[in-house]
């Protein structure tokens, strides 16, 4: 069965009869994630040889598109997902690719951090984001601002300062339950209804070195692959209700 039919069902069994309450009650939409992850459409952009869907960009903003239509908040989760695992697909480890793969693993962006005067919905002001590193281990220090899923995916996709000093972020992939993360009980993001839109805080999070994304002198280029996918990936447009679709497609 082809990913187009996958998505079909998807659409139609799970996340459009649960669109209306995830917008209202600002209810993330795990079961249409779990749907999609069961399907392989969390993995669509995995290479086959690791049970993924081996599609690249263009499938995934078709998909992202058709989710966005009817559940901007899933559309949303989605967009964020595949451009993190564009990133964990370069340059992570076997183990987690297959994890995404398996439909069993949802990752996210943490790239925008929260200004020096705060964010909104903020209690004040807070420092700029910081890495140090002693060993084997780095310490991220943050508050990152509209991470989509927080709470809720299994890994952040984590843009920080480099420990050497240059000039471009290093970009680490750390696991929702690593030390010192710490996500507010409400979210307070801007991101569609339901998407979990919020602040992620790191103080600091402890993550092993080899968690950063990349090699040396690959920042550029991890960077500029983040940046492609999400420039390509659609954004989350309003709703349509089903009846203007059904009158659109008739």
């Not at 659409?11 to 779990?34: G, K, M």
């Not at 076997?94 to 005067?117: E, K």
């Not at 602040?199 to 983040?226: E, I, K, M, N, Y």
């Amino acid at each position: 069965m082809s990913y187009r039919s996958v998505l079909a069902h998807i659409l139609s069994s799970t996340i459009e009869p649960s669109a209306e309450q995830t917008s209202a009650r600002e209810r993330f939409p795990r079961a249409s994630v779990v749907a999609l992850g069961e399907a392989g459409l969390l993995g669509l952009t995995v290479s086959a040889h690791l049970g993924g869907g081996g599609r690249g960009l263009p499938e995934a903003a078709e998909v992202v598109t058709e989710v966005a239509r009817i559940c901007p908040a899933t559309g949303a989760v989605l967009r964020s997902h595949y451009a993190a695992v564009a990133l964990i697909e370069a340059y992570g480890g076997p183990w987690v690719r297959r994890r995404v793969a398996d439909g069993g693993h949802l990752s996210t962006l943490a790239l925008t951090d929260a200004g020096a005067d705060g964010e909104p919905g903020s209690d004040g002001p807070h420092p700029a984001s910081f890495a140090s590193g002693t060993g084997d281990v780095a310490a991220l220090h943050a508050r990152k601002h509209n991470v989509v899923g927080a709470g809720e995916a299994d890994s952040y996709v984590w843009s920080a300062p480099p420990v050497d000093g240059g000039d471009r972020p290093d970009l680490w992939l750390v696991p929702a339950d690593a030390p010192g993360l710490f996500v507010p009980a409400r979210p307070n993001g801007t991101g569609p209804r339901g998407s979990g839109a919020s602040t992620v805080c790191a103080d600091p999070v402890l993550v092993p070195a080899s968690a950063r994304l990349g090699r040396d002198g690959d920042r550029r280029d991890v960077l500029g692959t983040v940046l492609a996918w999400l420039a390509e990936l659609p954004a989350a447009r309003p709703a349509v209700p089903a009846p203007v679709r059904a009158k659109a497609l008739a």
